[in-house]
Nanobody, 122 residues
Framework: QVQLQESGPGLVKPSQTLSLTCTVS??????????WNWIRQPPGKGLEWMGA???????YYSPSLKSRTSISSDTSKNQFTLQLSSVTPEDTAVYYC??????????????WGQGTQVTVSS
């Protein structure tokens, strides 16, 4: 069974770039055809889909975050990464990676990581 695990710094300063990694085990990110997503949940708010990359390397972004978001993959490490630039305290959230068989913005997603808290603060 596929498992996903997010990792990265828990604290980022305003104006910096947030970088998170999702490490996938139990399956290759290039096998089959899947959407590998990044999703976040700010405190007291709902889930927000940020973007996705596919097994073939295509990328999709939320229009509201597209100008600040980059998603890429490292097939040699079976990982995919999120970079969010010019962060503000409004980017404070629990960040999740997830996998889907079909393109999906709204939950439920097929497989989730446990999530990682990121706080933007000076």
């Amino acid at each position: 069974q596929v498992q996903l695990q997010e990792s990265g710094p828990g604290l980022v300063k305003p104006s910096q770039t947030l970088s998170l990694t999702c490490t996938v085990s139990g399956g290759s990110i290039t096998s089959g055809f899947y959407y590998w997503n990044w999703i976040r949940q700010p405190p007291g708010k709902g889930l927000e889909w940020m973007g996705a990359t596919t097994s073939s390397g295509s990328t999709y972004y939320s229009p509201s975050l597209k100008s600040r978001t980059s998603i890429s993959s490292d097939t040699s490490k079976n990982q995919f990464t999120l970079q969010l630039s010019s962060v503000t305290p409004e980017d404070t959230a629990v960040y999740y990676c997830a996998r889907d068989e079909v393109f999906r913005v709204e939950p439920p997603h097929d497989y989730w990581g446990q999530g990682t808290q990121v706080t933007v603060s000076s």
